[in-house]
């Protein structure tokens, strides 16, 4: 007969993202899927916590004075240490309404980059936060899982995995990294490449909200074929006149735009390549490389990259989702999956 205790587990996973958190917990999968944003309003010089989540991000860049809308997360890692813990407390307990669970067990994924002192800081926020026990997987190792790569085969696989705030290219073999490198491209960066290139060629100030959208809309890696692609209507602030403006902007506007982070991206995959040791190389040319995250998405990023490299790309099939499911097996298979998690406390 089934435990009680496996049937109400409490532990969970979770992807604390840059843009976006994600929370899975065992035997329920993927159960939160929120924005990396904490609303605090200030009085009297206090700090209270006003929103989190979705609404705290219909908040960013149109809060009054006494309202500050703030990402603890940037690249990948905790920013501000006191929002990050607020936010993991919020989400732990939208995610247990009951509060007589006992404390849940906890793994939460970080970039392959992250220095000790990021590692211990997000560690030390899930442990304030509530948890019994925090463990940490490597970002590329919770990606390559989630896409369903064989990571235990003793056969070289190369995952791409491009966050919001970080790049992670990883080769893996019998479940461990091989070679990774984490380059601090991701979405975030892209936002800004598109927000700099309307103030530089139209006067135009766009906020990051309006960026994300032309991003997700239109956003594409390569020139169209007819030079001009797809348009679209965009209002932001007139840098000449200080006035509110409406303006339009085409889809080889934004390629020329993210023609920067996207080439980073390409070489980060090329210099992963070149450090492959020779046997795994010739696996990656068999089986391709996988690409993982929201950035995966960006139109024809995917052509970009075998122009490039040479090399079949393939998109994971819930490539937003993949690190959280990643995680989230690595807590449903912990026994297989023991040597990829960091406990050390």
Known sequence: M??????????????????NTLVYVKGRGIILNEPSVVAYHTKDGKKKVLAVGEDAKLMLGRTPGSIEAIRPMRDGVIADFDTAEEMIKHFIRKVHKRTTFTKPKIIVCVPHGATPVEKRAIR????????????????PIAAAI??????????GSMVVDIGGGTT???VLSLGDIVYARSVR??????????????????????GESTAERIKTSIGTARMPDNGRGAVMTIRGRDLLNGVPKEAEITQAQVAEALSEPVQQICESVMSALEATPPDLAADIVDRGVMLTGGGALLGDLDLTLREQIGLPITIADESLDCVAIGTGRSLEYEKQLRHVIDYES
């Open 146 to 155: 989630g896409a369903g790569m064989p990571i235990t085969d003793p056969t």
């Open 168 to 170: 992670e290219v990883a």
């Open 185 to 206: 491209v991701g979405g975030d960066r892209m936002d800004e490449a598109v927000i700099s290139y309307l103030r530089r060629k139209s006067n135009l100030l766009i």
């Open 124 to 139: 030390q926020s899930v442990l304030s936060a509530g948890a019994r026990k925090a463990g940490l997987i490597a970002e």
């Open 2 to 19: 089934v435990g009680l205790s496996s049937l109400f587990s409490s532990d969970m996973a979770i992807d604390l993202g840059t843009a």
